[in-house]
């Protein structure tokens, strides 16, 4: 296993590649999560942090979804259902010949390279009652959408889910809500609402309206702030969002491996990878 140095410079690496292609098609973007809290507090990515975070408004992330499969050659991977058999809900570019393996995915045969992950940002209904339907919708997607919360050791051999038709569906349903609310008050990654400790996290519309573009510490381009980037973190992480502390990860249990393809741990059972999560 590599040290975290190296695997930041692999996420960088990506990014860069990410924010070229989004040049190209004058795609909005903003840093987002941890890689917008490692912005903030020290200009570089957060020495726990293991992958990069980014978010687009929606319409963007859909224009993404249209071309990145064409964008992102070799050694770069655009990940959505559509491109891979994996039921994830929201796109993600991985790396070929690596390894990262966490515990809501490390079953199936897709790609399971190193990756950094791409959220859409949606409107926020000012109707409560739609707000709630959309929350309800996203978490019943959301139980289907891993191997773990799923209970199925063999779930990408036992489901019958349509991976590419039910992603493509959610995308439609949400980018209608988000296309019938471009006034409300508040914006926000709608499909964390599938995580209890996340449903009802939202930004006002000014937190994006604008952005800065700061140094980041290894990147070759400079990193997109969102103006309202006080209010981003404080919602994510809380009243005491600045000082130096470990937060949360959702790979606190994983595995990765930068000089061997994902391919080498295929067939891997839970025991073996709890071992490999130890070493």
Excluded at 100 to 118: A, R
Excluded at 179 to 201: A, C, E, K, P, T
Aim: contains cysteine; hydrophobic residues 35%; negative net charge.
């Amino acid at each position: 296993m590599k040290n975290n140095y190296n695997l930041h410079t692999l996420c960088l690496d990506m990014l860069d590649k990410f924010i070229t292609v989004c040049e190209k098609y004058e795609l909005a973007w903003f840093a987002d999560s941890g890689t917008l809290l490692g912005a903030i507090r020290k200009g570089k990515i957060i020495d726990w942090d293991d992958d990069i975070d980014v978010i687009m408004p929606r319409a963007d992330y859909n224009r993404l979804l249209a071309i990145g499969q064409k964008e992102f050659t070799s050694p770069y991977f655009f990940q959505t259902p559509m491109t891979d058999y994996v039921f994830s809900v929201h796109a993600k570019i991985r790396y070929d010949g690596t390894t990262f393996l966490t515990e809501q995915e490390y079953l199936g045969s897709h790609h399971k390279g190193v990756f950094i992950d791409i959220f859409p940002l949606d409107a926020v209904p000012d109707d409560k009652q739609v707000v709630e339907d959309m929350t309800g919708f996203l978490r019943l997607i959301g139980r289907r959408s891993n191997v773990r919360f799923a209970g199925q050791s063999d779930y990408y051999n036992k489901t019958d889910i349509n991976f590419s038709e039910t992603f493509k569906v959610m995308n439609d349903i949400i980018t209608d809500i988000t296309n019938q609310n471009q006034d409300s008050l508040y914006v926000g990654n709608v499909m964390f609402y599938r995580y209890s400790d996340f449903i009802g996290v939202k930004f006002s519309r000014k937190a994006y309206e604008r952005y800065s573009l700061v140094d980041f510490e290894g990147l070759q381009h400079k990193l997109r702030v969102p103006v309202g980037y006080e209010e981003i973190l404080t919602a994510w992480y809380g009243d005491d969002w600045q000082i130096e502390k470990q937060v949360n990860s959702f790979h606190s249990t994983s595995f990765y491996d930068l000089d061997n393809d994902y391919s080498v741990y295929e067939g891997i059972n839970e025991e073996e990878f709890k071992k490999l999560c130890t070493f």
